[in-house]
T-cell receptor, first 115, second 112 residues
């Protein structure tokens, strides 16, 4: 069974801090994604990656960056945290291919609060 | 850009009845549509995929339909049980797009 593990379930940080959210998948999936989920807005794609060291912007990349140095690990970085980045962050992975229709496998999320 | 609407934020039904959730979209017709289930405090879990040339897909008590004329997908759970209570998300991939776009979800409560 695919397992996507996010490093923290809950995180509290201060405005202006640099924040790292880590995600690891154990199924050798090529594709990895970072979303944020807010009430009434659904999941919104921040960044995604189809291969190691490769990244592409999603719909809401402003204020975020990512890193994918190894295939199994995809990190989301908040360069200078702001209160409007308080949200639930979800990482997902899926098997090969750009334009893949394969299901995404999600982690259980990190609830991030920026004070 | 694609706009996705899912029927009322919350839906309550009686155990044993059929739950019907809707996913409506505007603009272009998606090439593929997925449905996910999300429990509180957990990530979404994939349930079903349906292609634009498929009218219907079934899996055990679940049925999904796809009507490109109405720009709508319906998700049915027959003989619903309290354990089916969760939020259900639809996700669409446009014909030329790389990624799926998710709807806001419908929270289903099955009452005993």
């Amino acid at each position: 069974d695919v397992k996507v593990t996010q490093s923290s379930r809950y995180l509290v940080k201060r405005t202006g801090e640099k924040v790292f959210l880590e995600c690891v998948q154990d199924m050798d999936h090529e594709n990895m994604f970072w979303y944020r989920q807010d009430p009434g807005l659904g999941l919104r794609l921040i960044y995604f990656s189809y291969d190691v060291k490769m990244k592409e912007k999603g719909d809401i990349p402003e204020g975020y960056s990512v890193s994918r140095e190894k295939k199994e690990r995809f990190s989301l970085i908040l360069e200078s945290a702001s209160t409007n980045q308080t949200s639930m962050y979800l990482c997902a992975s899926s098997p090969t291919g750009k334009n893949s229709n394969q299901p995404q496998h999600f982690g259980d999320g990190t609830r991030l609060s920026i004070l | 850009s694609q706009k996705i609407e899912q029927n009322s934020e919350a839906l309550n039904i009686q155990e044993g009845k059929t739950a019907t959730l809707t996913c409506n979209y505007t603009n272009y017709s998606p090439a593929y549509l997925q449905w996910y289930r999300q429990d509180p405090g957990r990530g979404p879990v994939f349930l079903l995929l349906i292609r634009e040339n498929e009218k219907e897909k079934r899996k055990e008590r679940l049925k999904v339909t796809f009507d490109t004329t109405l720009k709508q997908s319906l998700f049915h759970i027959t003989a619903s049980q309290p354990a089916d209570s969760a939020t259900y998300l639809c996700a669409l991939r446009p014909p030329y797009g790389q990624n799926f776009v998710f709807g806001p979800g419908t929270r289903l409560s099955v009452l005993p």
